[in-house]
């Protein structure tokens, strides 16, 4: 079936929905028995204190046994059935999946969403927790209906949303066709345009986004992860679920009430660096209270990061065309440590066959050094565009390119140097230092 869809609509990837088993009847038309299974002596907080609310019977049998013994197997199951059925319909090409259901080592196959949920602040709210969950379990690529899914959204809880979901996983904006139309340009102008200003950090994020998929995919890492994974002994970060951070060095802090045009979030001890205009923030393991307008999301980068990036197109067919960029965020010590993972972007097995580029970003005092450690993908250049360093101290006399003079622009206020209008093949070692 699959194969003669596709042979006729070329899809990318398919979504499983109602898989739990899902049905518009509790148990049956007739009802289920009355025996252990369908009424066990311990319930889970499960929907109206009923094992069989909108699915089968848990005394059903089937091939391998009774529903009971096999009921969480559904959406792994098919997950894993789509997953084999994709390679053969696209033979080479990694099949992209996303299922309602899942199980233990549900991951390995697809990703997942949240399911129906509502147009309300709090399930925005909540949407974080469930993610963070989601990549401790194993399923990285997780998101949750933007806008919500039931109920009529508003242009603002929309707005916010959509800022948030910018920095799921999987982002999707998706509702039923009972409520209000609620992608951006339903709205205003200016939901528009702040739609429009998140989604393309996103889309300039994506390479460092990529790198943590691929640590993910060989190291079981996450990619959505709660503070305390980077800050254990930080007891404060322990319960925080309304902030959340991408890998080790993006902070997210995202607005989670109506008609708030500030918002709280807590700063590790760390150095931090605004993601906008690179002004630094010396983390004390407090709370701190940010300007959050409505056109904005609250981003901070951790000193002793370098974070590659990509100017934005339309898709990802065309942003990959175009130079990289790197963030460098300066520790106390004045280094930094990043890496680009960087493959043909849809090729299965691309690591086991050694068909990718790992590179290397090392920041120390006044020097950069960027140096290709894997050189297995050779059909696209990749070219770097711009620097951007944050925690220069004192404006640099001259700042060197390989070695040649390049012009370069200091924020004397927010202690930033870039340069931009470079064109160095990273495929070659490249040094940049200022003096």
Same mark, same amino acid.
């Given at each position: 079936m699959i194969q003669d869809y596709h042979s006729k609509v070329p899809f990318d990837g398919i979504w499983i929905d109602m !898989?739990?088993? &899902?049905?518009? *009847? +509790?148990?049956? *038309?007739?009802?289920?028995? $009355? $025996?252990?299974? +369908?009424h066990p002596p311990y319930l889970p907080h499960v929907s109206n204190g009923s094992m069989f609310t909108y699915t089968v019977c848990p005394s059903a049998r089937q091939h391998l046994g009774l529903n009971y013994d096999v009921h969480n197997l559904y959406g792994f199951t098919e997950t894993k059935a789509t997953y084999t059925a994709l390679q053969k319909t696209s033979p080479g090409k990694r099949p992209f999946i996303i299922s309602r259901s899942t199980f233990a080592g549900s991951g390995y196959y697809g990703g997942h969403w949240n399911g129906d949920n509502y147009a309300r602040y709090v399930d925005m709210h909540t949407s974080i927790i469930d993610i963070l969950n989601a990549n401790l379990f194993g399923i990285p690529m997780m998101g949750a209906c933007v806008c919500g899914f039931m109920e009529d959204t508003t242009e603002q809880l929309c707005q916010r949303w959509t800022q948030l979901g910018s920095f799921y996983p999987f982002y999707w904006n998706h509702n039923d066709r009972m409520w209000i139309p609620q992608d951006p340009a339903a709205f205003s102008e200016k939901m528009i345009a702040s739609s429009r200003k998140v989604h393309l950090i996103r889309y300039s994020l994506l390479p460092y986004f990529y790198t943590l998929f691929y640590m993910s995919h060989v190291t079981g890492d996450t990619v959505v992860r709660?503070? /305390?994974f980077e800050y254990p002994r930080d007891s404060n970060t322990f319960s925080i679920d309304r902030q959340f951070m991408w890998g080790p060095c993006l902070l997210i802090t995202p607005v989670l009430e109506e008609n708030q045009e500030m918002v709280s979030g807590y700063v590790p001890e760390d150095v931090w660096y605004d993601f906008y205009t690179g002004q630094k923030i010396k983390g004390e393991g407090s709370y701190h209270t940010f300007e959050a307008p409505l056109d904005k999301i609250n981003l901070h980068v951790r000193s002793g990061c370098v974070i590659p990036m990509q100017d934005p197109e339309v898709n990802t067919v065309q942003s990959r065309k175009n130079r990289f960029k790197l963030f460098v965020a300066l520790n106390s010590s004045l280094k930094a440590y990043g890496e680009l993972y960087w493959d043909d972007g849809e090729?299965? +097995? &691309? +690591?086991?066959?050694?068909? /990718? $580029?790992?590179?290397? /970003? =090392? =920041? !120390?005092? $006044?020097?950069?050094i960027i140096s290709m450690v894997k050189s297995g993908y050779k059909s696209e250049p990749m070219t770097l565009g711009c620097v951007y360093v944050c925690g220069v101290e004192r404006k640099p006399s001259v700042v060197l390119v390989n070695g040649q003079k390049v012009n370069f622009t200091y924020d004397s206020n927010n202690e930033v140097l870039q340069v931009d209008d470079i064109a160095e093949d990273l495929f070659h070692h490249v040094s940049f230092t200022w003096k």
């Open positions: !898989n739990e088993v &899902s049905c518009f *009847v +509790d148990g049956s *038309v007739h009802g289920c028995t $009355n $025996n252990e299974y +369908d709660p503070m /305390f090729s299965l +097995d &691309s +690591d086991v066959r050694g068909e /990718f $580029n790992m590179l290397e /970003f =090392a =920041a !120390n005092k $006044n020097s950069l």
